[in-house]
T-cell receptor
Framework: DAMVIQNPRYQVTQFGKPVTLSCSQT?????MYWYQQKSSQAPKLLFH???????NEADTPDNFQSRRPNTSFCFLDIRSPGLGDAAMYLC??????????FGPGTRLTVL | QKEVEQNSGPLSVPEGAIASLNCTYS??????FFWYRQYSGKSPELKMS????GDKEDGRFTAQLNKASQYVSLLIRDSQPSDSATYLC???????????FGPGTRLSVLP
């Protein structure tokens, strides 16, 4: 089945210790998104790729970086996680102008 | 700043009743409108999309759009306990890449 896979599903890291979250898709969608969702809040777009073009939201902290080495994979790097970065991180994909299809998410805990 | 507003709830309705969820948006250029359902601890999944003024029906779910009033709603007829979830309204701009989510309305259907 075509799908969006996120690994790991649960990630625990220490304050300041870099962490990388991964997302892969078999949908062949050209747009990939990373959202951050904190408890009882809306998903907040961090950045997205339109093909290889990277689009960073203005208020995304510099602590967050992303890589998309090919169509299928996208990574979210958090260089120095703080306690405020604990959240669910959602990867989504779409064809342009269509609705995002979400992966299951990675729940990040920062100790 | 594009904004999408929803009543946070919780909205409680008895089983079998009609649940009405409302959403307003600030960007008059918005072209596409979506309702996502999100169960606790899970990722959002698309329930309805609507692009033109009027009603769109899918089983027990009806989406309504009024672009002049910048208003979109979701009606759930014959509400079931399994409908209990958070419903996120999302709005997309002309370019198809800038999805903005509302904060979500938590719906509780009481048996």
């Amino acid at each position: 089945d075509a799908m969006v896979i996120q690994n790991p599903r649960y990630q625990v890291t220490q304050f300041g210790k870099p962490v990388t979250l991964s997302c892969s898709q078999t949908l062949n969608h050209n747009v990939m998104y990373w959202y951050q969702q904190k408890s009882s809040q809306a998903p907040k777009l961090l950045f997205h790729y339109y093909d290889k073009d990277f689009n960073n939201e203005a208020d995304t902290p510099d602590n967050f970086q992303s890589r998309r080495p090919n169509t299928s994979f996208c990574f979210l790097d958090i260089r120095s996680p703080g306690l405020g970065d604990a959240a669910m991180y959602l990867c989504a994909t779409s064809r342009e102008e269509q609705d995002p299809f979400f992966g299951p998410g990675t729940r990040l805990t920062v100790l | 700043q594009k904004e999408v507003e929803q009543n946070s709830g919780p909205l409680s309705v008895p089983e079998g009743a009609i649940a009405s969820l409302n959403c307003t948006y600030s960007d008059r250029g918005s072209q596409s409108f979506f309702w996502y359902r999100q169960y606790s601890g899970k990722s959002p999944e698309l329930k309805m999309s609507i692009y033109s003024n009027g009603d769109k029906e899918d089983g027990r779910f009806t989406a309504q759009l009024n672009k002049a009033s910048q208003y979109v709603s979701l009606l759930i007829r014959d509400s079931q306990p399994s409908d209990s979830a958070t419903y996120l309204c999302a709005v997309n701009d002309n370019y198809g890449q800038n999805f903005v989510f509302g904060p979500g309305t938590r719906l509780s259907v009481l048996p």
